[in-house]
């Protein structure tokens, strides 16, 4: 398995409220990615990082922002939650030689 | 702009029924199809990537095939364990994948 960890894995906050999510790797690769997975979606692409404070929108950036100050660690913040926010957020990773992404485990976020 | 889509949206199998997984899409210069399998709260897992048409891939009782306008999973006698959201994505001229919506695959024993 490839070695991305998020955190937290659940996590319900009220509106309004900042939240970071955190995506760690082992991997040392250069690339990383944040997506969304809604019912009735594919997974869309909301931020991604090409190397430490490199990085650049996806199709549904709005309301999120995103740091990368170490090779191995990618935040996302959403720095006022909003209910259209409720999602499952997937970090995901890839090398510099295969364009194959790989995937971490999760993070379940309601926004009450 | 760059699209894909799957059907079908939801497949009942038999155990040892053979069946195919469609992917179609419609992408600016294709620089690979990609085939995940997710599990319920799991984040995708990697199967295969296709870069050119005419190209098959294998892996247990999975082979993916490609064409110039779409991809097929074909699921050769299926056991239960192979129940599972399978998802295709296509790369173009960005270094962005686009997902389909999935195909939900169940397996009865």
Redesign the interface.
């Given at each position: 398995d490839a070695g991305?960890t998020q955190s937290p894995r659940h996590k319900v906050t009220e509106t309004g409220t900042p939240v970071t999510l955190r995506c760690h790797q082992t991997e040392n690769h250069r690339?990383m990615y944040w997506y969304r997975q809604d019912p009735?979606?594919?997974?869309?692409?909301i931020h991604?990082s090409?190397g430490v404070k490199d990085t650049d929108k996806?199709?549904v950036s709005d309301g999120y922002s995103v740091s990368r100050s170490k090779t191995e660690d990618f935040l996302l913040t959403l720095e006022s939650a909003t209910s259209s926010q409720t999602s499952v957020y997937?970090c995901a990773i890839r090398g510099d030689t295969?364009?194959?992404?790989?995937?971490?485990?999760?993070t379940r976020l309601t926004v009450t | 702009e760059d699209q894909?889509t799957q059907s079908p949206e939801a497949l009942r199998l038999q155990e040892g029924e053979s069946s195919s997984l469609n992917c179609s899409y419609t992408v600016s210069g294709l620089?690979?199809l990609?085939w995940?399998r997710q599990d319920p709260?799991?984040?995708?897992?990697?199967l295969f990537?296709l870069y050119s048409a005419g190209e098959e891939k294998e892996k247990e009782r999975l082979k993916a095939t490609l064409t110039k306008k779409e991809s097929f999973l074909h699921i050769t006698a299926p056991k239960p364990e192979d129940s599972a959201t399978y998802?295709c994505?296509v790369?173009g001229n960005t270094?962005?994948?686009?997902?389909?919506?999935?195909t939900r695959l169940q397996v009865f024993p």
């Open positions: 991305i690339y009735g979606h594919g997974l869309r692409l991604y090409y996806g199709e997937f295969s364009y194959e992404q790989y995937f971490g485990p999760g | 894909v620089r690979g990609f995940y709260g799991k984040g995708p897992e990697f990537t998802l994505a790369r270094d962005k994948l686009i997902f389909g919506t999935g």
